[in-house]
């Protein structure tokens, strides 16, 4: 079925983001259910999976891939410096795809009508970021990595001569929002947030304006999985916004972490989570964790309290991975 139908929630929105990135037809392909497109010379691929039916509704799986390095058979050699590289992650997630022998940002959501009120708008900021961004880092990472960029060109036409608009979006459009204070500092969601980690917490502290901790359970003892929501802690590139990290009480070496973020990164590309796959594991002073930076230019009421959610539950699913791997380790 083609996305230019518009005949499900998916592809509705596929539809969208080829109108807002103001994809040229001349450049993409059409693909089942979406479209791959050059901004220049790192191919993306946006997509809808089938509706799956639960809870009395239909969720739609979007997803948003851009290709970056090759890795001719050398994979498993980058992923401590794709994670040094990649630290203070945006909405995307470095992954290694082994039926291509090649790393990709990948990021993905599930699309319902409970959500289409705010997660349409950060998709379509995540689609922009991931592909500027593959363009401004691609390179750069194949040159410090001596690793080969992903670099291609349309089948019938080639290499594109000029870059797409899109292209520069995080310097011209995003990080002018994010020298504005953070835009979810005091709203009246963080409220909502609160009751919310009452149900999913095992417990949880707030000022109710621009923080929240909250601890969940992990099964190998010792500490909690610790979950930061901050309004104070502004990334590098893009400035004030709104940032998550979700943290594993585990002491790893750093080959060790970025291993395993790669694997974590890996699973929830090709799993069925039903939570949002907005940011990236990795890791910071030998802790694994999952760091998530929404921009000010996403800002929308749903997308505090929906994301926490989001992390409560990756912090039981990355509880239940851990426990089936200790457990597989001691048969």
Not at 15 to 32: F, G, I, T
Not at 60 to 88: K, W, Y
Not at 202 to 226: I, K, Y
Request: hydrophobic share 45%; with cysteine; net charge negative.
């Amino acid at each position: 079925m083609s996305w230019r139908t518009k005949e499900d929630l998916g592809l509705e929105q596929v539809a969208l983001v080829h109108e807002q990135l103001k994809v040229e037809d001349y450049w993409s392909v059409d693909l089942p259910r979406g479209f791959m497109w050059w901004a220049e010379e790192f191919a993306q691929k946006i997509w809808a999976d089938l509706g799956m039916f639960q809870n009395a509704q239909n969720f739609f799986r979007l997803h948003a891939e851009t290709e970056l390095l090759r890795g001719r058979g050398r994979a498993q050699n980058f992923d401590l410096a794709l994670a040094e590289e990649m630290r203070d992650a945006r909405l995307s997630a470095v992954c290694y795809d082994s039926d291509r022998d090649m790393f990709i940002l990948h990021t993905s959501v599930y699309l319902s009508g409970d959500n289409m009120e705010w997660l349409p708008r950060i998709f379509l900021t995540a689609c922009a970021m991931q592909v500027d961004e593959a363009h401004v880092i691609g390179h750069h990472l194949a040159k410090s990595l001596h690793a080969v960029p992903a670099a291609s060109g349309h089948p019938d036409h080639g290499l594109r001569s000029e870059p797409a608009p899109i292209l520069g979006a995080i310097e011209k459009s995003f990080k002018p929002y994010g020298q504005q204070p953070s835009r979810w500092i005091g709203v009246p969601e963080w409220k909502e947030t609160d009751w919310a980690m009452e149900r999913q917490a095992s417990s949880f502290e707030s000022d109710h304006q621009t923080h929240l901790r909250a601890f969940f359970p992990w099964p190998l003892g010792g500490e909690a999985v610790r979950l930061d929501v901050t309004t104070d802690t502004p990334h590098p590139v893009l400035g004030h916004g709104l940032n998550m990290v979700l943290q594993i009480p585990m002491n790893m070496s750093p080959e060790k972490c970025a291993h395993t973020a790669m694997a974590l990164n890996n699973l929830e590309r090709k799993e069925w989570l039903r939570c949002q796959m907005m940011g990236s594991w990795g890791f910071d002073d030998g802790k694994l964790q999952y760091e998530c930076f929404v921009p000010n230019v996403a800002f929308h009421e749903g997308v505090l309290m929906n994301l926490a959610l989001s992390m409560s539950i990756r912090a039981q699913w990355v509880a239940d991975q851990f426990a089936m791997w200790f457990q597989a380790a001691k048969h």
